[in-house]
DNA sequence: GTGAAAGCGCTAACAC
DNA sequence: GTGTTAGCGCTTTCAC
């Protein structure tokens, strides 16, 4: 903006000193004295001076930035992890620059060049649904873009990462099926291409395994889009079988809430006749009816962890002049129950 | 950043032209000779020359940068507005700065001053719940920083808005239920310091007063934040009394969630014993069980309206070297009806 | 058609 | 303790 914002010229102007001495009597360096500091601050506060950060930027070839790549805003999850990328940012002096690639490649590529050019310091990135190339990436780690990669991550060894268990997560979910009684439970896939869609069956089969129950492949049914919908065909096909399910774990939030509603339109019970648990996030499950059971995605903290890992690069890198080791952060879930109070009329 | 970015000079050294010539042939000046241009272009591809925005920005003093300001990230209604301000912006080929007051006067106004550091071209503001001075507002508008505000809007004479038309939206909800036969509607009403609490309420008291119904002051119950708790015990309260309301019109999401989950407690049906109608989100409101018919409010919209608004403002401003007057836009809601299979059991 | 020089606002050697 | 100078990367007069 020009609106000709007060410089540390004019201060120096009306004080018949020099630039230099107005910037070093602003950041109280020892060598000013104390009667020129006093007369500076004094007069930049008179006239709200106010640092122009982009000169700044230029000078030091650090602009103070985050670039952040999500999929969608409108999610809650994403957006949750926004605000903990926000929460760490803003105490440690950085802004952060939100582009979302609306799951497209394309508006991807267009959005880390764009960041780049804005000479962002480091960039948080969620992979969009379409990227299975990453030529775009390399480039701009080859030129030493710090980046931290988040739920959706690039699977490279010198990349650093924030992801959660999802194995240990849909693992201990289906124990609680098991623990509460239910033996042919149903598996509702999310999208094919996803690792965490395979993280999650394999937790799946796991807690099965260990309580040495089968896996019924035909209770394994995908969801690819994870759309309502979806859900509510997948409950369908289910209960139509000659042996339907007693138990359904959703691994996304729509197919678990659309597997309720045809449940409830059947005139089933939740969780007495088929017990739902869901993959998704504690704000939306306690509001379904019944309150559903489910795996937490720590959205918040994992907007953190990305945080303090890029800021800590960025840092390490400027200071020490070289390139940090990656890292990998895994965070774990959490599995809220909501069903125990209901559980024990189906306890055998 | 540093990371040795190629620049025009680099171009120039390579070439053995002068900066200037690099610059202008990038920019297809007339001036420039063709071949010229053919060399700069080609050998700028090669090196995969990035303009440096920053000092672009110093240059020019504009960032092509907007500051948002918003109470909450986390919340369906900022961040679909987040997405279509993102959504403007990116067309328009500006980058968006995030910054989240957490509901704080301190933290807004903190907020607004980096963001005036950043030199942002202009700021999207959704007051805090906090704000009652407006100072710091004042302060920025005498820079002749340009400034829009949505929904949680700064009631100024010389500022530009984009708000929803709370009292149609609220008056259109009261009809519905009373087409639908309802006689005795309570009102759930929001924060009692912000203006669209006002506005529902005379919405609700002008829908009531054309059908020459009475208003129940007793049936008006405050949930000053909002929350399903206060939902909860409103309804519970509502409940209670000797003549209770056959209809509920919850002025916020959470309050409805919250007013429904007693309701059903209580063994009653919605809609046939008590119609509950919200005000609140498509998303949401289909997510109930039943089905919520409330008042859509348009947050993409509201986005992309304030961030249109605000880029007009800056161009005009910078164009034309005068303060553009001052607009306000005013978005409908749609009412969005999902109790019409069931309200023939209620008619009269 | 191209180059030289100045300047956006700030800081950091280097002088004295 | 303070001033001078140069420069971050780019654009834009003003020369020629």
């Known amino acids: 903006m020009k609106y000709n914002q007060v410089t540390i010229k004019d ?11 107005v910037s070093r009597a602003l950041k109280d360096h020892p060598d000013i004295s104390p009667e020129t500091k006093k007369a500076v601050n004094e007069l930049a506060e008179k006239l709200n001076y106010q640092p122009n950060i982009v000169a700044l930027s230029l000078r030091q070839s650090k602009t103070n930035t985050l670039g ?7 999610h809650f999850f994403f957006s949750t992890v926004i605000s903990g990328i926000e929460d760490v940012a803003y105490s440690a002096g950085y802004n952060i620059i939100i582009t979302q690639s609306n799951e497209s ?6 959005d880390i060049k764009a960041l780049f050019n804005s000479r962002v310091d480091g960039m948080l990135i969620s992979l969009s649904r379409e990227t299975n190339s990453f030529e775009h990436i390399d480039a701009m780690m080859a030129k030493g873009v710090p980046m931290v ?3 959706r991550v690039y699977d490279s060894a010198n990349s650093s990462k924030v992801i ?4 240990s997560g849909a693992k201990e979910a289906t124990l609680h099926l098991i623990e509460q009684g239910c033996k042919r439970i149903a598996h509702l ?16 089969r796991e807690a099965l395994a260990e309580h040495n129950l089968p896996v019924h492949e035909d209770l394994i049914v995908s969801c690819p889009q994870g759309t309502i919908e979806e859900g509510k065909a997948a409950a369908e096909k289910l209960l139509k079988m000659a042996n339907p399910p007693d138990a359904i774990f959703a691994t996304n ?11 409830k339109e059947a005139g089933l019970k939740i969780p007495q006749d088929i017990a739902v648990v869901g993959f998704s996030n504690w704000f939306f499950s306690s509001l379904m009816d019944p309150p559903l059971t489910s795996v937490d995605q720590p959205g918040f903290e994992m907007g953190q962890e990305a945080a303090k890992l890029l800021i800590r690069q960025i840092e ?21 129950v909501r069903d125990s109070s209901l559980k024990s009329g189906k306890k055998k």
Chains 1, 2 share one sequence.
């Open 11 to 21: 201060i120096a102007r009306e004080l018949g000193i020099s630039p230099s001495t």
């Open 68 to 74: 952040v790549v999500i999929p969608e805003i409108v």
């Open 105 to 110: 490649l394309q508006r991807e590529k267009t």
């Open 149 to 151: 990669f988040f739920d």
């Open 164 to 167: 959660v268990d999802d194995l």
């Open 189 to 204: 896939e999310g999208p094919p291409n996803l690792d965490i869609t395979k993280q999650r069956l394999q937790g799946f």
């Open 253 to 263: 939030d729509p197919a678990a809430m659309g597997a309720m509603q045809t449940i």
């Open 316 to 336: 390490v890198k400027s200071k020490e002049h070289i390139d940090p080791t990656p890292e990998t952060k895994i965070l774990k879930t959490r599995l809220i």
